[in-house]
């Protein structure tokens, strides 16, 4: 790494993030690399964190996947690839196999963003790397999606990744990302740095899951370059309970007609305090982005839902839109969205709504028998069950039954 | 051959919002049998059916309501419904997200899981002209004036309640339609078994009496200020109201 970054990343290494709780790290564990046993098939890691996979996406059978990552704490423990079309691995694989891959690390997330990301890149130079190395080839359109997941097996773990994912040249790639604990662990921290880089007439779809033990915090790190006529698509889902997450995406569409879609579902339970939220800079001409969360907070849950969408060309679009359903007393949705327009001829609106049931639909459905706990939930299951779009039809059928999957719990 | 009294309403007096809406209110419905609901805009009519369904905003100030012989008049509406009430409503809320298949199959007592719904449901639906991709949408959202009509028709079907409100079925329904859905009502209601051996009741307003041409009832009952004002045969006291108006028949009604 060079020297730069990496004094960057010592100067940075206690600086507090902006938002969210912050988070002390000694507290947690730092695992090795090797301290989980690699397998050559998804199907073989055990029985019990297969059935935790299925819930975030991924497929332990891999029918339907191009290829699989499965990141255990802090080791790769399992890479496939069926896909000529596309690469998929570790990325202390990636980094002996590619030198250039240096060249598209931290330049979409800075590595002085505060103390995650730098103490991610301590650790990087001191340990090696983990996370995931993805990459479509030129002109190559996989239509099925890779699957990444990031696995916390053991208790008190500090899981650190860093992801680069490149589509090159008119290139479309697909990926589902699960993030789950293991069943005997309740407290732990994930930092995930995630650069995605978009070349010119590229497409990238990315859909993830999150479903944490109760007690664990999360800090997922990600930048997005989009470059000319290039369009990146993520899906957020997050419906289980989980101590803190705090993350705030950026998308720089730098690109001519370059466009951005960020769409989440959020459902706060418990104690969970989940602050998220997306950026969009629209500095290409032409580009665009439209920003979807839809959030409900029951229990004693705090959710910030968070959007800042800055116009810096002429010809740009923009839409943020933010609708949240406040189910207790003691839970809490603040909805922050920004707009911020630099020059003339654009063309930006949000549109935020925060409120409670209709109490009018609740008895519409106790009227045709539902008890009103059943009406409430199938109106919330209803409010969440946003259509998804921009993903092909097979992968948007799928995506839907994730997402009714994670319903479920609500 | 004994005749058991389904809905016994006495007494009845309703404030919604601290304003008195229904007084005085004595209605009683036999199993087999079907009423009308006649009256002005405003009367009470729909008040009075969210009373028996055990709306909260409707508040009983006097009187009991009977469901087969037992006092209902404090179960909430999920009790009520589960013991055979069933509405269909003038103007339902459009809920998102939620597919009015989605509501079939629990209406229906389907497993929600369940990916289609039932052969006998889909049949269903196709008599009411309503096919898949119209079930695939969410309950009410966008739909026309006759699609709520049948939609709210298909979800009785799908619940079989022994005793079924109808509010306005035919308003806003074309001609033809209001034959498919009085057809559907007559079989709601057990219209194509004999009398004796009908089982199903229903009361239901409506406005220009059209679909009476096709749902053949029993006894008719006027509502005027929230009170009954008259009750008597369904085509007679129509007629009057066609020619005199409401007032007119209430006078006539007066003079019996
Ligand atoms: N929630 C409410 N708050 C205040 N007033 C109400 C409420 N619901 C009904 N009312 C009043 O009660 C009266 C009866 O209303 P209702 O809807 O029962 O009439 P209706 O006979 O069904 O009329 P229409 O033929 O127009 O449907 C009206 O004056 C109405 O404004
Ligand atoms: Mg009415």
């Given at each position: 790494?060079?020297?730069d970054?990496l004094g960057?990343?010592?100067k940075?290494?206690d600086?507090?993030?902006l938002?969210?709780e912050?988070?002390?790290l000694?507290k947690?564990?730092?695992?090795?690399?090797?301290d989980?046993?690699?397998?050559?098939?998804?199907?073989?890691v055990p029985?019990?964190?297969?059935?935790t996979?299925?819930?975030?996406g991924?497929?332990p059978?891999?029918e339907?996947?191009?290829?699989?990552?499965?990141?255990?704490?802090?080791?790769g423990?399992?890479?496939?690839?069926?896909?000529?079309?596309?690469?998929?691995?570790?990325?202390?694989?990636?980094?002996?196999?590619?030198d250039?891959?240096?060249?598209?690390?931290?330049?979409?997330?800075?590595?002085?963003?505060?103390k995650?990301?730098?103490q991610?890149?301590?650790?990087e130079a001191e340990?090696?790397?983990s996370?995931?190395?993805?990459?479509?080839?030129?002109?190559?359109?996989?239509v099925?999606?890779?699957?990444?997941?990031m696995?916390?097996?053991?208790?008190?773990?500090?899981q650190?990744?860093?992801n680069?994912?490149?589509?090159?040249?008119?290139?479309?790639?697909?990926?589902?990302?699960g993030?789950?604990?293991?069943?005997?662990v309740?407290?732990a921290?994930?930092?995930?740095?995630?650069?995605?880089?978009l070349?010119?007439?590229?497409?990238?779809?990315?859909t993830?899951?999150?479903?944490?033990?109760?007690?664990?915090?999360v800090?997922p790190?990600?930048?997005?370059?989009?470059?000319?006529?290039?369009?990146?698509?993520?899906n957020?889902?997050?419906?289980s309970?989980?101590r803190?997450?705090q993350?705030?995406?950026?998308?720089?569409?730098?690109?001519?007609?370059s466009?951005?879609v960020?769409?989440?579902?959020l459902?706060?339970q418990?104690?969970?305090?989940?602050d998220?939220?997306?950026?969009v800079?629209?500095?290409?001409?032409?580009?665009?982005?439209?920003m979807?969360?839809?959030?409900?907070?029951?229990?004693q849950s705090q959710?910030?839902?968070?959007?800042h969408?800055a116009?810096?060309?002429?010809?740009?679009?923009?839409?943020?839109?933010?609708?949240?359903?406040v189910?207790s007393?003691?839970?809490m949705?603040?909805?922050?969205?920004?707009?911020?327009?630099?020059a003339?001829?654009?063309?930006?609106?949000?549109?935020?709504?925060?409120?409670?049931?209709?109490?009018?639909?609740?008895?519409?459905?106790?009227s045709?028998?539902l008890?009103?706990e059943?009406?409430a939930?199938?109106i919330?299951?209803?409010f969440?069950?946003?259509d998804?779009?921009?993903?092909p039809p097979e992968?948007?059928a799928?995506?839907?039954?994730?997402?009714?999957?994670?319903?479920?719990?609500? | 051959?004994v005749v058991k009294?389904?809905?016994?309403?006495?007494d009845?007096?309703?404030?919604?919002?601290?304003?008195?809406?229904?007084n005085?209110?004595?209605?009683?419905i036999d199993?087999?049998?079907t009423?009308?609901l006649?009256?002005?805009?405003?009367?009470?009519k729909?008040?009075?059916?969210m009373?028996i369904?055990?709306f909260?905003?409707?508040?009983?100030?006097?009187?009991?309501?009977?469901?087969?012989?037992?006092?209902?008049?404090?179960?909430n509406?999920?009790?009520?419904?589960?013991k055979?009430v069933?509405?269909?409503?003038?103007?339902?809320?459009?809920?998102?997200?939620?597919?009015?298949?989605?509501?079939?199959k629990?209406?229906?007592g389907?497993?929600?899981?369940?990916?289609?719904?039932?052969?006998?449901m889909?049949e269903l639906?196709?008599?009411?002209?309503?096919?898949?991709?119209f079930?695939?949408?969410?309950?009410?959202?966008?739909?026309?004036?006759?699609e709520?009509?049948?939609?709210?028709?298909?979800?009785?079907?799908?619940?079989?309640?022994?005793f079924?409100?109808?509010?306005?079925?035919?308003?806003g329904v074309d001609?033809?339609n209001v034959?498919?859905?009085?057809?559907?009502?007559?079989?709601l209601?057990?219209?194509?078994?004999?009398?004796g051996?009908?089982?199903?009741?229903?009361?239901?307003?409506?406005?220009?009496?059209?679909?009476?041409?096709?749902?053949?009832a029993?006894?008719?009952?006027?509502?005027?200020d929230?009170?009954?004002a008259?009750s008597g045969?369904?085509?007679?006291?129509?007629?009057?109201?066609?020619?005199?108006g409401?007032?007119?028949?209430?006078?006539?009604?007066?003079?019996?």
């Amino acid at each position: 790494m060079l020297r730069d970054t990496l004094g960057k990343a010592e100067k940075a290494k206690d600086k507090k993030a902006l938002y969210g709780e912050d988070i002390d790290l000694e507290k947690f564990i730092k695992e090795d690399a090797g301290d989980h046993e690699k397998v050559t098939r998804a199907n073989e890691v055990p029985k019990k964190v297969q059935d935790t996979l299925l819930k975030v996406g991924v497929d332990p059978n891999e029918e339907e996947r191009s290829g699989t990552f499965i990141q255990m704490d802090q080791s790769g423990v399992c890479t496939t690839c069926a896909s000529e079309s596309v690469e998929i691995m570790g990325m202390n694989v990636a980094l002996d196999k590619y030198d250039w891959i240096k060249d598209y690390m931290w330049k979409a997330v800075a590595v002085d963003s505060d103390k995650y990301t730098a103490q991610t890149a301590l650790r990087e130079a001191e340990e090696g790397a983990s996370g995931y190395f993805i990459r479509s080839l030129p002109g190559s359109k996989e239509v099925f999606p890779l699957q990444a997941c990031m696995f916390i097996g053991d208790q008190d773990v500090m899981q650190t990744a860093h992801n680069v994912i490149i589509a090159e040249e008119n290139s479309e790639l697909h990926i589902i990302t699960g993030c789950a604990t293991g069943e005997d662990v309740s407290s732990a921290l994930h930092v995930g740095v995630s650069e995605f880089y978009l070349k010119p007439g590229s497409k990238i779809t990315f859909t993830m899951v999150h479903n944490w033990a109760e007690q664990v915090d999360v800090r997922p790190r990600t930048g997005v370059m989009v470059g000319d006529e290039s369009t990146y698509i993520s899906n957020y889902i997050l419906t289980s309970p989980v101590r803190s997450i705090q993350t705030y995406p950026t998308a720089y569409c730098s690109g001519k007609n370059s466009r951005v879609v960020f769409q989440s579902i959020l459902g706060g339970q418990k104690d969970s305090v989940l602050d998220t939220g997306s950026r969009v800079l629209l500095e290409g001409e032409g580009s665009s982005a439209e920003m979807i969360s839809r959030a409900v907070s029951k229990d004693q849950s705090q959710l910030y839902a968070r959007g800042h969408l800055a116009g810096r060309t002429q010809n740009v679009k923009g839409h943020l839109e933010c609708h949240g359903l406040v189910l207790s007393d003691d839970s809490m949705i603040y909805a922050v969205p920004e707009l911020e327009g630099s020059a003339t001829e654009l063309e930006m609106s949000h549109e935020a709504a925060v409120g409670k049931i209709a109490e009018e639909e609740v008895l519409y459905l106790t009227s045709r028998g539902l008890t009103e706990e059943e009406a409430a939930s199938m109106i919330v299951r209803g409010f969440l069950s946003m259509d998804i779009t921009g993903l092909p039809p097979e992968l948007a059928a799928e995506t839907k039954r994730m997402l009714d999957m994670s319903l479920q719990g609500m | 051959m004994v005749v058991k009294l389904l809905l016994e309403i006495t007494d009845l007096a309703v404030e919604v919002s601290g304003k008195q809406v229904l007084n005085d209110i004595d209605l009683y419905i036999d199993e087999g049998e079907t009423h009308v609901l006649l009256g002005p805009n405003g009367s009470g009519k729909s008040t009075l059916f969210m009373t028996i369904l055990g709306f909260p905003k409707y508040n009983v100030t006097n009187g009991e309501i009977l469901f087969k012989g037992e006092d209902i008049t404090h179960l909430n509406t999920t009790e009520r419904v589960k013991k055979g009430v069933g509405v269909s409503f003038q103007n339902p809320p459009a809920i998102r997200g939620v597919r009015l298949m989605d509501l079939l199959k629990v209406e229906g007592g389907q497993d929600p899981s369940d990916e289609d719904l039932s052969p006998e449901m889909m049949e269903l639906a196709h008599k009411m002209k309503l096919d898949q991709r119209f079930l695939d949408r969410d309950v009410n959202l966008g739909f026309s004036g006759g699609e709520v009509k049948r939609s709210e028709i298909l979800q009785l079907l799908a619940q079989q309640p022994d005793f079924i409100m109808f509010d306005e079925p035919d308003s806003g329904v074309d001609i033809e339609n209001v034959e498919l859905l009085a057809e559907e009502i007559n079989h709601l209601l057990d219209k194509d078994k004999k009398p004796g051996m009908r089982k199903k009741s229903g009361l239901l307003i409506t406005h220009l009496g059209y679909i009476l041409n096709f749902v053949n009832a029993d006894t008719a009952h006027v509502l005027m200020d929230g009170r009954i004002a008259c009750s008597g045969n369904p085509s007679e006291i129509l007629e009057d109201i066609r020619k005199e108006g409401f007032k007119g028949c209430v006078e006539c009604c007066g003079i019996h």
